[in-house]
């Protein structure tokens, strides 16, 4: 059954790092779009950023961009979300999401595969 991990969350203060991982497992990843999406309470759930199976293509939110990156071992069948210059409203709990799709797809409907979320929280 294939599975999504992710780890790596915590408290962190604004302007600090955190280093999130998505673990695959139960079948192999490797040419699947693969996402990281977030959602704050009382907020509805949102693309954060985005990899093609080559690595080649990456995307990013407008309110990311410049301060996470997203990255994948296909050998490892992993998938990371580096992020720099937390902020408050980065808090929220961040999933690892995988898609069939060709291209990086930012609605959370074309994402088949989901992990279970890890929980980010800034304070100021």
């Known amino acids: 059954q294939a599975q999504l991990v992710e780890s790596g969350g915590g408290l962190v203060q604004a302007g600090g790092s955190l280093r999130l991982s998505c673990a695959a497992s139960?079948?192999?990843?490797?040419?699947?779009?693969m996402g990281w999406f977030r959602q704050a309470p009382g907020k509805e759930r949102e693309f954060v950023a985005g990899?093609?199976?080559?690595?080649?293509?990456?995307h990013y939110a407008d309110s990311v961009k410049g301060r996470f990156t997203i990255s994948r071992d296909n050998a490892k069948n992993t998938v990371y979300l580096q992020m720099n210059s937390l902020k408050p409203e980065d808090t929220a709990v961040y999933y690892c999401?995988?898609?069939?799709?060709?291209?990086?797809?930012?609605?959370?409907?074309?994402?088949?595969?989901w992990g279970q979320g890890t929980q980010v929280t800034v304070s100021s």
């Open positions: 999401a995988a898609s069939s799709r060709v291209g990086i797809a930012i609605t959370s409907y074309d994402y088949r595969y």
């Open positions: 139960g079948r192999t990843f490797s040419n699947y779009v």
């Open positions: 990899i093609s199976w080559s690595e080649v293509n990456t």
